[in-house]
């Protein structure tokens, strides 16, 4: 039981706050309430699907695969693969770390896996479509160009920032997301 309490601590303590908040603040009970129900509302329509398709992602998709389309030796080939994964992935921020985990559990690169999560947060293909229909070709195309150029760079910082155990042991927590 006191494994359980203190993977969810955060949570636990989030919760208690938020009572004491709508205690402490009535007015603003009504709005707190109709946020949280609508957030809540909002990850049970998305989360599903997302670990629907992980599951089939982890028992159709061989590991010696991923490790030759997204694994260390990969190359450009696995930086575009993981682009293009991360640009046309459906769904908010949170849903790329799960995806993120069964790539790393199925081999897929540490550059590969920064490259995904920055494409997921900044150049969904939708954006980039209603920025060319409201602010201009010219614009999106110029914002995507500087998105890519940064996503490699902060990729890259991480990467030669983040030493070989964090990383080795970012690897094994991933081995165990079920």
């Known amino acids: 039981m006191k494994p359980l309490m203190r993977r969810y601590a955060a949570?636990?303590?989030?919760?208690?706050?938020?009572?004491?908040?709508?205690?402490?603040?009535?007015?603003?009970?009504?709005?707190?309430?109709?946020?949280?129900?609508?957030?809540?509302?909002?990850?049970?329509?998305?989360?599903?699907?997302?670990?629907?398709?992980?599951?089939?992602?982890?028992?159709?998709?061989?590991?010696?695969?991923?490790?030759?389309?997204?694994?260390?030796?990969?190359?450009?080939?696995?930086?575009?693969?993981?682009?293009?994964?991360?640009?046309f992935a459906a769904g908010p921020l949170y849903g790329a770390f799960p995806v993120a985990a069964v790539l790393m559990k199925k081999?897929?690169?540490?550059?590969?896996?920064?490259?995904?999560?920055?494409a997921w947060s900044t150049t969904k293909v939708p954006m980039l479509l209603f920025e060319c229909s409201a602010l201009g070709t010219r614009f999106a195309l110029s914002r995507l160009a500087i998105d890519i150029v940064g996503i490699i760079l902060i990729a890259l910082a991480i990467k030669a920032l983040l030493p070989e155990a964090e990383r080795e042991r970012l690897?094994?927590?991933a081995e165990k997301f079920d």
């Open 11 to 87: 949570v636990l303590v989030a919760a208690v706050l938020f009572i004491l908040f709508l205690l402490l603040l009535p007015t603003y009970q009504a709005k707190a309430v109709e946020t949280i129900i609508f957030q809540a509302r909002t990850m049970l329509l998305v989360i599903p699907p997302i670990f629907v398709l992980l599951g089939l992602l982890d028992v159709w998709v061989p590991r010696e695969q991923m490790m030759r389309f997204m694994g260390p030796g990969s190359g450009l080939k696995g930086g575009t693969l993981a682009f293009l994964l991360g640009s």
């Open 107 to 118: 081999g897929a690169s540490f550059m590969n896996i920064l490259i995904l999560i920055g």
């Open 171 to 173: 690897y094994r927590q």
